[in-house]
C-alpha cells in the first residue's frame, strides 16, 4: 500500500520500467545443480557485511603502530557492542572468502565461464584476489604477533617474484621491514583501494550476470535438449531463498561472535623473535605448506622463487580457463579441465589439512 | 682572463712560504711525538700511539707535563731529554703513585681542571692491600697504571675506560682470576667467575644499570681491601637499606655477631650473589638456615612456614596474572582487577624484605589480605571468562529474532510457490 | 469461494508473521549499531590519556595520590610550592607501587625504602632509574594526565 505509493511517486518521476522488467522477467533455471546459485549472493551478502561493520570499525581504530592494538582494546572492552562488530567482522570476512571459494569452483566445474561468460568469469577471479588482498591486509590491523608475523612472513613471499621481487616487497612493506609504515600502507588499502575496485569490478560482475541470466551447466542443457528447462522467478520465488540464507548466515555469524570471539591476542613487538606455530589465514595456508615442501634448491633454481611462479602460473590459468577451454565454449564436454579443477580442489585441500595437521618442525 | 691569472699568481706568491718552509717548533708537544713515532724500538714508539687516547691529552696537558725535559730543543735528543732540565723519563713502578700524585694529590692544581674533583687518592691508596705490599717492596701488585692503563689513561665517564663500571670487573680479574700471578697470595681466583653468576652481574650487564655493584662497590677502588666481617652489613646497607634495617633488629644480628659470622653474605653469599628465591627459606639440608639451626628444630620449622606462606601468596598472584592475561588477550577489559592485584604484588615484595626480621606474625599481616586480593582477582578473572564465552543472553534473544524471521520466511517461500509462475 | 478466502486468510497471517519478525530483527539488528555509536564513558584509550576521578582543588599543596593509568598505577602529587606532577608510580626497583611521603617531601617506595625527589629522580636506596614522567594538563579544574 504505502510501498505501492511510493513506487508510484517514483514512477512519475523517474522511468523504472527497466528495473521492474528485470525484477519479473529473471528466471532462475530449476535442476540438480541449483543450490551452486545460492554461493554468490550469499557472498555478496557476507560483502554487505563486511562493508558496514568494516565502516562501524573506522570509528575507533587508530592505524598506527603505536596506537593500533590500543585501540582495538579499547574497542572491544569500552565500546558497548565493540567486541561483537569486531568478531563480526572477522568471523564474516573468513565465511566470505569460503563462500567465495565455493562459487568459484561450482561455477568452474559447471563449466559457466564458456561463452559467452568469460568476462564474467575474469571480472569474478579479480574480484577473489581482491578479497584475498582485503584478508591478507585486515589481518595487519590489530597489530598483534600473530598478524605482525603472518604479515612478515607474506610479504617475504612476494619477495620470491623473480626480477621485481625485492621492489615488491619494499613497496608492499613501506620500506625494508614491516613497520609502523607498513600498518598505515596496509590501512589505506584496505579502507580506500581494495573498496574502490571492488565496487567497480562488482558492480561491472553483477551487471553482466543480470545481462547474460544464470548460466545452464552443459550437462543439464544436453539431458533436456527437447524440453525447455523449468525456471522459477528470481522474485519473490528465489530472492525469498536468498533472504533465507542470508538470514541463517546472520544467525552463524552472531552464534560464532560470541561463543568464539575474535581474540585480540598479544600486542605486536617488532624486535621480538618469531613465536613457534606462526601460520597465515587458513585460506593462505595450502601456499605456506607448499613452500614448506619445496626443497631450497630444485636444479639450478630456487625453491621458493619456483613454488611461487608455479602459484603464480596457476592463479594465471584459473583466470584465464574460458579462453583455455576451447570445448566447453562449444558446449561439449571437455574431461580434461573438469579434471583439472577437482584436481585443484583435491590439491588445496590435501594441503590445507596438512597444515594443520602435520606436525611442525621441532 | 687577466684578473683570474692575477688572483691565481697572488694566492701562489702568498702560500709559497708556507710550502718551502720547514714546520717551526711551535707545538711542542708534536716535537716529542715527531720524533718517538719514527723509532724502531716498540717501546719508545708505543707511548705515543696510545697518547691520541688519553683524557690528559685531552684536557691540554702535554708529554712534558709529566715527564719533564725540555720540549724546545727540538732535533736534539741530548738537550731534550736532560735531566738537569728536570727530565724524569720513565718512573719506577714503586715511584708511580707518587709520579701521578704530583697532580693528582694537588688540590690546587686540581682544582683548575675539575674544581670537585678528589685529591685524596694517593693517601687513600697506601691504606689500601695493594699500597701496603708496594711499601713491603712487593713489585706484583697493582699500582695506579694497572688499572687505569699508561698514556691510554680515559675518564671513568669513557665507556672504554678500564674503570668505567661495566669494564671493572674484568680490570681487577687481569690479576685476581690469573692463578699462576696469584699463587704467593694465597687467596682464590674464582672471584670474577662468581660474580659473573650474580644477580648484580646480570643487572650491570643485560639491564646496563650502571649503578648496579661491581668490585670497587664492596671493596673500594684506591682503596681496595676484602670489608671485614663486622663491616659487611654496612657494605651492602648503602643499597639495600631497608632489608639491612630489618635485619639489624632481628634475633639474627646479636646471634651472627656472637658467632663471628658475617651478616649479609652467610645467607646470601659474596661474589655469587644469586637473586633470592623463597626456596632459601626452606630448612631443608641446603638452605643457609640448615649451617647454624638443626634439622626439625622450631626456628626451621618456623623458615619453612614463612617460605609456605610467601610461596602460597606468589603462587596465587601468578594464577591471577595469568588468568587476566588470558582475558586480555581475548579482548576482555582487565585494567581494574589488573590495578587491584598490585596491592598483593607490593604485599608480596614487603613480605620478602620482612623476611630479615623473621617474625612469622609480622609477615603473615602481610600475606594473609594479599592472598585475599589474589583470589578475588581469580575469581574476577574467570567471572571475565566465562562473561566471554557466554553473551549468550543477547544471542539467545537474537537467534530467537533469527529463527522466527526464518520460519516466516518458510512459510512466505510455500506459499508463494504454491502460487506458481502465474502468481 | 471458501477455499480462496481460507488461503487469503493464511498469506494474510503468513504476512503478518514475516513483517512482524523481519522487524523484529532489524531492531535486534540497529540496536547494537546504535549502542556502538553512542559515546563510550571514556573518550579514548586510558593507556594514551586519563582524566582524573578529583578535581583540581581537591589536591592539597604538599599531597599525592595514587591513581588508574590503564592497568597501571600513577602517582599525582601537588608540590609544597603548588605545582601539579605526575609520575608512572612504577617503582623502577622491583615495580612496587611508590607514594608520597608528606613528613620528608619525597616520593618513597615502602618495599625497599627508595627515595624519588619531587621531579622523580632517584636519590637514594636501591632504585637505578627515575620514575617515567607523565604530563598533566589542566582543562579548568579538571586534571587529565597523558603518557609523556
Known amino acids: 500500500m504505502s510501498v505501492n505509493r511510493v513506487v508510484d511517486w517514483l514512477e512519475e518521476r523517474i522511468d523504472l520500467g527497466a528495473f521492474r522488467h528485470l525484477l519479473q522477467e529473471k528466471v532462475v533455471p530449476v535442476h540438480h545443480h541449483t543450490i551452486w ?20 570499525l573506522t570509528f575507533y581504530y587508530r592505524p598506527s603502530a603505536e596506537e593500533a592494538y590500543e585501540s582495538v582494546q579499547f574497542l572491544m572492552t569500552e565500546v558497548q557492542f565493540g567486541w561483537l562488530v569486531r568478531s563480526i567482522h572477522s568471523w564474516s570476512a573468513n565465511l566470505m572468502v569460503a563462500t567465495m571459494m565455493i562459487h568459484l569452483f561450482s561455477v568452474y566445474l559447471t563449466q559457466a565461464y564458456r561463452k559467452p561468460r568469460e568476462l564474467t568469469w575474469v571480472t569474478g577471479m579479480l574480484l577473489f584476489a581482491i578479497v584475498l588482498t582485503f584478508g591478507f591486509s585486515g589481518y595487519l590491523l590489530p597489530w598483534n604477533v600473530l598478524s605482525f608475523f603472518a604479515t612478515k612472513v607474506g610479504t617475504n613471499v612476494a619477495g620470491q617474484v623473480p626480477v621485481v621481487g625485492h621492489t615488491l616487497v619494499r613497496f608492499l612493506r613501506g620500506g625494508d621491514e614491516v613497520t609502523g609504515g607498513t600498518l598505515s600502507r596496509f590501512y589505506g588499502l584496505h579502507i580506500a583501494i581494495l573498496p ?40 519473490p520465488n528465489f530472492l525469498l531463498r536468498d533472504l533465507f540464507g ?28 618469531a613465536p613457534a606455530g606462526i601460520r597465515p589465514e587458513w585460506y593462505f595456508v595450502f601456499m605456506f605448506q607448499t613452500l614448506k615442501y619445496i626443497p631450497a634448491r630444485v636444479g639450478p633454481f630456487d625453491g621458493e622463487v619456483l613454488g611461487v611462479m608455479g602459484f603464480g602460473l596457476g592463479g594465471l590459468f584459473l583466470f584465464l580457463v574460458p579462453f583455455l577451454d576451447k570445448r566447453a565454449a562449444l558446449g561439449e564436454p571437455s574431461p580434461l579441465f573438469r579434471w583439472t579443477g577437482i584436481g585443484i580442489i583435491l590439491y588445496i585441500a590435501v594441503f590445507t589439512a596438512l597444515g594443520y595437521l602435520a606436525p611442525g618442525p621441532k | 682572463m687577466r684578473i683570474a691569472l692575477r688572483v691565481a699568481l697572488f694566492g701562489f706568491l702568498m702560500a709559497a712560504p708556507c710550502l718551502l718552509l720547514p714546520v717551526p717548533s711551535a707545538e711542542a708537544m708534536h716535537a716529542c711525538i715527531d720524533c718517538h713515532k ?97 711499601r713491603e717492596g712487593d713489585k706484583h701488585v697493582a699500582v695506579c697504571i694497572s688499572c687505569h692503563d699508561v698514556h691510554a689513561i680515559r675518564a671513568i665517564k669513557d665507556q672504554a675506560a678500564w674503570t668505567y663500571p661495566i669494564q671493572v670487573a674484568e680490570t681487577c680479574s687481569r690479576c685476581h682470576a690469573d692463578a699462576k700471578y696469584m699463587k704467593d697470595y694465597k687467596i682464590p681466583t674464582d672471584q670474577l667467575k662468581n660474580y659473573e653468576k650474580s644477580i648484580h ?59 663471628g659470622q658475617p651478616a649479609c653474605v652467610t645467607c646470601h653469599g659474596n661474589h655469587e650473589v644469586l637473586k633470592p628465591s623463597d626456596e632459601l627459606l626452606a630448612g631443608g639440608k ?15 620449622k618456623k623458615a619453612n612456614e614463612i617460605r609456605t606462606l610467601l610461596q602460597d601468596l606468589a603462587k596465587g598472584i601468578d594464577r591471577a596474572e595469568a588468568i587476566l592475561t588470558r582475558a586480555e588477550h581475548a579482548g576482555m577489559e582487565v585494567g581494574p582487577p589488573r590495578f587491584e592485584l598490585i596491592e ?80 | 469461494m471458501q477455499i480462496e478466502e481460507r488461503v487469503d486468510q493464511g498469506r494474510r497471517l503468513v504476512n503478518l508473521f514475516l513483517g512482524t519478525s523481519l522487524g523484529a530483527l532489524f531492531i535486534s539488528i540497529f540496536y547494537p549499531i546504535v549502542k556502538y555509536l553512542s559515546p563510550p564513558k571514556l573518550a579514548e584509550p586510558t593507556s594514551f590519556s586519563v582524566t582524573i576521578p578529583w578535581k583540581a582543588t581537591e589536591v592539597k599543596v604538599n599531597s599525592g595520590r595514587v591513581f588508574r593509568f590503564g592497568s597501571r598505577p600513577g602517582l599525582l602529587i601537588k608540590t609544597p610550592a603548588g605545582e601539579l ?8 626497583h622491583l615495580d612496587c607501587t611508590v607514594q608520597y611521603r608528606e613528613d620528608r617531601q619525597v616520593i618513597w617506595c615502602a618495599c625497599h625504602n627508595g627515595v624519588y625527589d619531587l621531579n622523580g629522580k632517584n636519590i637514594s636506596g636501591p632504585p637505578p632509574r627515575p620514575l617515567d614522567p607523565l604530563q598533566v594538563k589542566m582543562r579548568g579544574d579538571q586534571i587529565t594526565v597523558m603518557k609523556a
Not at chain 1, 565496487?199 to 550476470?209: A, D, E, K, Q, S
Not at chain 2, 650487564?205 to 666481617?229: E, F, L, M, R
Not at chain 2, 641446603?286 to 628444630?297: F, G, K
Not at chain 2, 623476611?355 to 592472598?371: D, E, M, S
Request: hydrophobic share 40%; aromatic share 8%.
Open chain 1, 246 to 273: 542470508w538470514f541463517a548466515a546472520l544467525g552463524v555469524l552472531a552464534a560464532l561472535a560470541a561463543i568464539y570471539p575474535w581474540e585480540l591476542g598479544q600486542k605486536a613487538d617488532p624486535f621480538a623473535s
Open chain 2, 286 to 300: 641446603d638452605t643457609p638456615c640448615a649451617t647454624c639451626h638443626e634439622e626439625n628444630s622450631s626456628e626451621l
Open chain 2, 201 to 259: 652481574y646480570e643487572v650491570l650487564t643485560k639491564k646496563g644499570d650502571i649503578s648496579a655493584p661491581t668490585c670497587p662497590s664492596c671493596h673500594g677502588n684506591h682503596g681496595a681491601t676484602p670489608p671485614g666481617v663486622d663491616s659487611v652489613a654496612n657494605v651492602c646497607s648503602n643499597c639495600h637499606a631497608a632489608v639491612a634495617e630489618l635485619f639489624a633488629k632481628s634475633v639474627h644480628e646479636e646471634a651472627f655477631s656472637d658467632l
Open chain 2, 344 to 423: 598483593a604484588k607490593d604485599a608480596l615484595i614487603k613480605a620478602r624484605a620482612e623476611t630479615h626480621l623473621v617474625k612469622v606474625k609480622r609477615i603473615k599481616t602481610l600475606t594473609t589480605p594479599a592472598v585475599v586480593i589474589a583470589e578475588k582477582t581469580v575469581k574476577k578473572g574467570q567471572e571475565l571468562m566465562v562473561q566471554l564465552q557466554f553473551r549468550r543472553k543477547g544471542l539467545a534473544a537474537s537467534l530467537l529474532v533469527i529463527a522466527a524471521a526464518l520460519i516466516g520466511l518458510f512459510f512466505k517461500i510455500r506459499e508463494v510457490d504454491r502460487r506458481g509462475p502465474s502468481g
Open chain 1, 37 to 56: 546459485y545460492y554461493f554468490g549472493g550469499m557472498t555478496l551478502f557476507l560483502f554487505v557485511i563486511q562493508v558496514v561493520t568494516g565502516i562501524l
Open chain 2, 38 to 134: 719514527g723509532l724502531k724500538e716498540e717501546r719508545l714508539s708505543r707511548p705515543v700511539k696510545k697518547i691520541a687516547d688519553d683524557y690528559h691529552m685531552i684536557r691540554g696537558l702535554k708529554c712534558q707535563d709529566c715527564h719533564g725535559g725540555d720540549h724546545t730543543a727540538f732535533d736534539n735528543k741530548e738537550a731534550s731529554h736532560s735531566r738537569a732540565k728536570g727530565f724524569l723519563g720513565k718512573p719506577k713502578r714503586q715511584d708511580i703513585p707518587a709520579f701521578c700524585g704530583k697532580c693528582h694529590s694537588d688540590p690546587r692544581y686540581m682544582r683548575k681542571f675539575n674544581p670537585k674533583i678528589r685529591t685524596d687518592q694517593v693517601k687513600e691508596y697506601y691504606t689500601s692491600v695493594h699500597g701496603q705490599k708496594l
Open chain 1, 196 to 235: 574502490l575496485l571492488t565496487t567497480l569490478i562488482l558492480g561491472l560482475h553483477l551487471f553482466l550476470v543480470q545481462q547474460q541470466g544464470m548460466s545452464v551447466p552443459p550437462d543439464v542443457e544436453r539431458a533436456s535438449a527437447q524440453q525447455p528447462i523449468r525456471t522459477m522467478p528470481f522474485a
Open chain 3, 85 to 92: 606532577k605526575a609520575f608512572s608510580a612504577i617503582c623502577t
